[in-house]
T-cell receptor, first 114, second 120 residues
Framework: SQKIEQNSEALNIQEGKTATLTCNYT??????LQWYRQDPGRGPVFLLL?????KEKRKERLKVTFDTTLKQSLFHITASQPADSATYLC?????????????FGSGTRLSIRP | GAVVSQHPSWVICKSGTSVKIECRSL??????MFWYRQFPKQSLMLMAT?????????EQGVEKDKFLINHASLTLSTLTVTSAHPEDSSFYIC????????????????FGQGTRLTVV
């Protein structure tokens, strides 16, 4: 069966360090892999996406890698800040079509302590 | 950027009554809208996919007569929880993808603020 797993339910790190979140999937061949941020009581907010033929994508302090052989994506936040504390969701987009559903992982709750 | 507005942000209703939640794409005409349900500390559970002018496609295990979805225009989809019961209490979130008016806006999903439903 198809499955998406985010390695940690929760991750707690010191401010200034790099946070690394992992997303693994099985039985998918996604066209895109996306990362979202969700704050408590709010809807998710899109952060980054990476295409199947891309290895790495960066946006400011964020970096995403995509290894289709390992079926894994890593999401990095460098120079982490307490304001980065939130739940981060990995999502697979099988086709890239706006008509298709995006499948979400269970999320990792990231806490950055001062 | 694209904005999706969801209303109301919270609602309390009596058991047995129906509740309607609206989802609007404010500055774009969404190709597709999605409805999710989320329990505390859990991920988004897709309930249904909605396209303008056609019947919604429900995920397995979601009762279509219980959760009525209407997508009357390109910018508005509604979810009605009929004959609500306490077990329907949850956080409901809509999202929209695609813009019929612009190329290239197919990939990411834009989410509403969510609606906290409490059935007493």
């Amino acid at each position: 069966s198809q499955k998406i797993e985010q390695n940690s339910e929760a991750l707690n790190i010191q401010e200034g360090k790099t946070a690394t979140l992992t997303c693994n999937y099985t039985n998918y061949s996604p066209a895109y892999l996306q990362w979202y941020r969700q704050d408590p009581g709010r809807g998710p907010v899109f952060l980054l996406l990476i295409r199947e033929n891309e290895k790495e994508k960066r946006k400011e302090r964020l970096k995403v890698t995509f290894d289709t052989t390992l079926k894994q994506s890593l999401f990095h936040i460098t120079a982490s800040q307490p304001a980065d504390s939130a739940t981060y969701l990995c999502a697979l987009d099988p086709s890239g079509s706006s008509a298709s559903k995006i499948i979400f992982g269970s999320g990792t709750r990231l806490s950055i302590r001062p | 950027g694209a904005v999706v507005s969801q209303h109301p942000s919270w609602v309390i209703c009596k058991s047995g009554t129906s509740v309607k939640i609206e989802c609007r794409s404010l500055d774009f005409q969404a190709t597709t809208m999605f409805w999710y349900r989320q329990f505390p500390k859990q991920s988004l559970m897709l309930m249904a996919t909605s396209n303008e002018g056609s019947k919604a496609t429900y995920e397995q295990g979601v009762e279509k007569d219980k959760f009525l979805i209407n997508h009357a225009s390109l910018t508005l989809s509604t979810l009605t929880v009929t004959s609500a019961h306490p077990e329907d209490s949850s956080f409901y979130i809509c999202s929209a993808r695609g813009d019929r008016g612009r190329k290239g806006m197919n990939t990411e999903a834009f989410f509403g603020q969510g609606t906290r439903l409490t059935v007493v």
